[in-house]
Nanobody, 124 residues
Framework: QVQLVESGGQLVQAGDSLRLSCAASGLTFSNYVMGWFRQAPGKEREFVGGIVWSTGDTRYADSLKGRFTISRDNARNTVYLQMNSLKPEDTAVYYC?????????????????WGQGTQVTVSS
């Protein structure tokens, strides 16, 4: 059974950096995409970015390019979201998700598995 566990969320100041982790377990396949999404109170879940596990190819939401970076550690089955120059509007619950395909989609409904989320709060 696939399980995704996020960690690293916390309260930070505007301008700080933060790295989130998502550890995956129970994987019996090698071709998949790991995506990051976020959801602020009263808003829809928003695509942050994703990485193709086999190739390392990445894709980001246009509004976040240059500040957020996704990477992976194959040995640890862990994907990371490095967030720099954080702003109060980055405050949200951040989720990692897995899609059993080789193409990164921004559509949350496509992803098959989800973590429980980790709260990131950026104070001004």
């Amino acid at each position: 059974q696939v399980q995704l566990v996020e960690s690293g969320g916390q309260l930070v100041q505007a301008g700080d950096s933060l790295r989130l982790s998502c550890a995956a377990s129970g994987l019996t396949f090698s071709n998949y995409v790991m995506g990051w999404f976020r959801q602020a109170p009263g808003k829809e879940r928003e695509f942050v970015g994703g990485i193709v596990w086999s190739t390392g190819d990445t894709r980001y939401a246009d509004s976040l390019k240059g500040r957020f970076t996704i990477s992976r550690d194959n040995a640890r089955n862990t994907v990371y979201l490095q967030m720099n120059s954080l702003k109060p509007e980055d405050t949200a619950v951040y989720y990692c998700a897995l899609d059993r395909s080789a193409y990164i989609t921004s559509r949350a409904v496509i992803y098959d598995y989800w973590g429980q989320g980790t709260q990131v709060t950026v104070s001004s």
